[in-house]
């Protein structure tokens, strides 16, 4: 089992930054992948930023060039720099995570944090 955490959620004006992260605990044999959502109240969940554990990265194209997610780090964290922030961002953040709880392919779970507001307002 993963227990996934998010922080690092706040108010800020528009062109303003922001830094999230989160991190994955628990027994498990391996983590996959890390990554971002968010989702606003009526709309469906949607991909912000994910990255592999070899390294590949998947960017919604409403966030590319100004998002960026970091390596998964020894300590099972990823960060997410999010820099000229726009109101459309609003939303409230999830972190996901992907991993083997044993060696076996079949093993392949997805976990999510609680997730974490981010306001962009003037």
């Known amino acids: 089992q993963v227990q996934v955490m998010e922080s690092g959620g706040g108010v800020v004006q528009p062109g303003e930054g922001l830094m999230l992260r989160c991190g994955a605990s628990?027994?498990?044999?391996?983590?996959?992948?890390m990554g971002w959502y968010r989702q606003v109240p009526g709309k469906e969940r949607e991909l912000v930023a994910t990255r592999t554990r070899g390294d590949k990265t998947n960017y919604a194209d409403s966030v590319k060039g100004r998002f960026e997610i970091s390596r998964l780090n020894a300590d099972n964290a990823v960060y997410l720099k999010m820099e000229i922030l726009r109101p459309e961002d609003t939303a409230v953040y999830y972190c996901?995570?992907?991993?083997?709880?044993?060696?076996?392919?079949?093993?392949?779970?997805?976990?999510w944090g609680q997730g974490t507001q981010v306001t962009v307002s003037s």
């Open positions: 628990g027994t498990f044999f391996s983590i996959e992948e």
């Open positions: 996901n995570v992907i991993a083997y709880d044993t060696a076996s392919t079949y093993s392949r779970r997805d976990y």
